[in-house]
């Protein structure tokens, strides 16, 4: 399965809303009617670090300013108002055509 | 507090062999399944193998198949990633991710590979 996000670079102004896609080359509704689709997040210098997992539930302790939506192949991961420690390059990530587990190519978000 | 420390990182030639360790702490490690994930510098994330929880089964990536095994000691806390036939497209940060939908990840181990 590819996933594709877009777009590659997202300027952003501090407390604007930014919006990332991301799209899987085959529907990720598993047998059991879950969607294994997830988003993570790496700040400069660091590991990744989970935000969302099935689509739309956020992981313990991040901030409720991110949301994750979407269904069968389209996606989306949302920031309400961009603060300056969401500067990074999240990911998307399907789990539900497993092995292997596949990652899209990342969207850096920048300040404008 | 889960802590997942990668070691065993280094430089080698290409066609030499390597082994990288996951110490793992603050969670019932004999209870999740476990990955590799790895970064080649300034690109995105590749996954590369997992194991179940109890070792029984393993699975790869394509471009690590039959050169990497991936393994574990659950009486050491300890997951393994044994690399052979090393290429330079195999140089990267090494991360351990714990669980089926890697939900927590350690800080990474770097695999240079060059002559």
């Known amino acids: 399965v590819v996933m594709t996000q877009s777009p590659l670079s997202l300027p952003v102004t501090l407390g604007q809303p930014a919006s990332i896609s991301c799209r899987s080359s085959r529907s990720l509704v598993y047998s059991d009617g879950n969607t294994y689709l997830y988003w993570f997040q790496q700040r400069p210098g660091q590991s990744p670090r989970r935000l969302i997992y099935?689509?739309?539930n956020r992981d313990s302790g991040v901030p409720d300013r991110f949301s994750g939506s979407g269904s069968g192949t389209d996606f989306t991961l949302k920031i309400s108002r961009v603060e300056a420690e969401d500067i990074g390059v999240y990911y998307c990530m399907q789990g539900s055509n497993r092995p292997p587990l596949t990652f899209g190519g990342g969207t850096k978000v920048e300040i404008k | 507090q889960v802590q997942l420390v990668e070691s065993g990182g280094g430089v080698v030639q290409p066609g030499g062999s390597l082994r990288l360790s996951c110490a793992a702490s603050?969670?019932?490690?004999?209870?999740?399944?476990m990955h590799w994930v790895r970064q080649a510098p300034g690109k995105g994330l590749e996954w590369v193998a997992f194991?179940?929880?109890?070792?029984?089964?393993?699975y790869y990536g394509d471009s690590v198949k039959g050169r990497f095994t991936i393994s574990r000691d659950n009486s050491k806390n300890t997951l393994y990633l044994q690399m052979n036939s090393l290429r330079t497209e195999d140089m990267a940060l090494y991360y351990c991710?714990?669980?089926?939908?890697?939900?927590?990840w350690g800080q990474g181990t770097l695999v240079t590979v060059s002559s």
């Open positions: 194991v179940r929880y109890d070792g029984s089964k393993t």
């Open positions: 603050g969670f019932t490690f004999s209870d999740y399944g």
């Open positions: 991710a714990k669980h089926v939908d890697l939900e927590d």
């Open positions: 099935e689509v739309s």
